[in-house]
Structure formats: structure tokens, C-alpha cells
């Protein structure tokens, strides 16, 4: 897997409660982007960009994840839109699980975000690392 550390949302970050990754990106000024004019493209050449979501602790007492990417024109997230989401049945919550998203549309917006809503009740334990990777493990 290669990850870079401008394009991760989250490095191990402890998720207990429902919250926005630790880290947004920040694709610059519309119409400057380096990803392909005014929208981020999420692919380079005719290889697909992936998203990567993995658990790197277990979690517990939840019932499930809500894992969603959200894109904005406000760095505060004011007014944020939901691009796609993902649940993660609690089962599946153990260190070394791993999602990946290589079907992410264009980004229109200047700001992304993960947001993590957790269902049930909060989560005593928990880790996620995600961001987007150049290559991952086994992708195509």
C-alpha cells in the first residue's frame, strides 16, 4: 500500500463517537487544482485513485460505522455535501479490516472530508487510517 501523508484523512484516529476525520484536504482554489482543472479526478492515466478505510484497532460496544466522504466550498463544512458512504457492520470492525472505495465520482468541490457516524451505542475502542492511495494491496 502507498499512502501519502498530504492525502490521508485520518492516521489512526481514535473514533469513540460520531466525528469528521482529523484531516481535510484541501484541493486548492477551483480551477487550480493540480488533479485534472477545476474538479479532482480520481484517476491517474487510466489507473483508478482508491480510497483506503482500514481499521487498525477493534472496535467495541458499537453496532455499526457509517463512513462517509463529504465535499464542501467552506472549510468549516457548513453547508457539506455527502459523495458516497459506506456502513461497516461492527463484525467486520477488527484490526486489519480494510475497504476500498476506487469508484469515488469527481470532486467538485475545494474541500473533503470523512466523516464517521457511529450507530448504536459510542464506541469505548476503535482506530481508522484512511486516505487516498496510490496503490493498495491486492487492488487491480
Request: glycine content about 8%.
Amino acid at each position: 500500500m502507498v499512502l501519502d501523508k498530504n492525502t490521508m484523512f485520518s492516521d489512526a484516529q481514535a473514533i469513540t463517537a460520531s466525528a469528521p476525520s482529523t484531516n481535510v484536504i484541501d484541493l486548492g482554489a477551483l480551477g487550480k487544482t493540480a488533479f485534472g482543472g477545476n474538479q479532482l479526478k480520481m484517476n491517474v492515466g487510466h489507473k483508478r485513485i482508491p480510497l483506503l478505510i482500514q481499521v487498525v484497532e477493534d472496535f467495541a460496544t458499537l453496532t455499526s460505522l457509517k463512513v462517509a466522504v463529504e465535499s464542501d466550498d467552506n472549510s468549516d463544512f457548513s453547508s457539506a455535501k455527502e459523495i458516497l458512504s459506506e456502513t461497516i457492520a461492527v463484525a467486520d470492525l477488527k484490526a486489519g479490516y480494510s475497504s476500498v472505495i476506487d469508484k469515488l465520482p469527481r470532486i467538485k468541490e475545494r474541500y473533503v472530508r470523512i466523516n464517521f457516524t457511529v450507530n448504536g451505542s459510542n464506541a469505548t475502542a476503535g482506530k481508522i487510517t484512511a486516505g487516498i492511495a496510490l496503490e493498495v494491496d491486492g487492488s487491480k
